[in-house]
C-alpha cells in the first residue's frame, strides 16, 4: 500500500472566514444511497453554521446563518432521512436541520456542558430518538419529536467523546469518555447500563 503525503488538489470553500469541525458526506434514502447527492457533503463550522459543498461544481452551495453561538463538533445525518441533519455544538444545544433550506427545525437544550457528540437511533420505528454525549460525562436520550429528553444518565466522570448506535441492534448504545472507561447502554424506553468496561494504560 502506498501513502501519499500531499494533497491530490485543494479546494478553497467558498468565503468563509471561520474554520471547519466537521464533514459528512450527504447520502440518499436506504435503497438509492446516491439518489441526486453524489459528491455533496455537510460542511459545520467554528461560528455555528452549517454549509453544503459541491464537490463536482467546487462550490459551496447553501450556508446557513449561524444557529449556534459556538463551535460544532459533531453532526450527523438521521438515517432514513437524508434531508434531516443533527449538529451538537460548544453552547450546549443539540440542533435538527432541514438541508433542503438549511434552516433549523428544532433546538433541543436541557443538557449541559459541551456537547461532544451524537447519533441517531437506526430503528425504522424509533428513528425519532437521538442520544448526544457531554463534557460532563452525561448521556441524554431525545425525543425529537417532542424536543425533550427521554432519559438522561451520568456514569462517566470526565467529558465523553463519542456516543454511537449499534447499527444492527437499536437497543444498544455505547459511549467513550477520557476517564478510561466506555459504556454500553440499553435503551428499552429509556437508558440502562448493561456494561462497563476500563482501559488500563499502565
Not at 456542558?113 to 420505528?125: E, K, M
Not at 463534557?135 to 463519542?162: C, D, F
Not at 441492534?169 to 462497563?196: C, F, K, P, R
Amino acid at each position: 500500500m502506498r501513502s501519499i503525503r500531499t494533497a491530490v488538489e485543494l479546494i478553497k470553500v467558498g468565503r468563509k472566514r471561520t474554520g471547519m469541525m466537521g464533514i459528512k458526506a450527504i447520502s440518499g434514502p436506504p435503497d438509492q444511497p446516491t439518489l441526486g447527492t453524489a459528491a455533496k457533503f455537510i460542511l459545520s463550522f467554528e461560528d455555528g453554521s452549517v454549509g453544503v459543498f459541491n464537490l463536482e461544481r467546487r462550490r459551496l452551495e447553501f450556508t446557513s446563518q449561524p444557529a449556534h453561538s459556538e463551535t460544532i463538533f459533531d453532526c450527523r445525518f438521521k438515517p432514513s432521512s437524508p434531508d434531516t441533519l443533527a449538529t451538537a455544538s460548544y453552547d450546549g444545544t443539540v440542533k435538527i436541520w432541514d438541508t433542503r433550506n438549511m434552516k433549523c427545525v428544532l433546538d433541543l437544550k436541557g443538557q449541559e456542558g459541551v456537547i461532544y457528540a451524537l447519533s441517531w437511533c437506526p430503528g425504522a420505528d424509533d428513528e425519532y430518538r437521538l442520544v448526544s454525549a457531554s463534557s460532563l460525562g452525561e448521556v441524554v436520550l431525545w425525543n425529537t419529536r417532542t424536543g425533550q429528553p427521554m432519559a438522561t444518565y451520568k456514569h462517566h466522570t470526565k467529558p465523553i467523546y463519542r456516543v454511537k448506535w449499534n447499527q444492527l441492534d437499536s437497543n444498544l448504545i455505547a459511549s467513550t469518555s477520557s476517564d478510561g472507561t466506555w459504556y454500553v447502554w440499553g435503551n428499552a424506553g429509556g437508558l440502562e447500563l448493561w456494561a462497563a468496561f476500563l482501559v488500563d494504560f499502565d
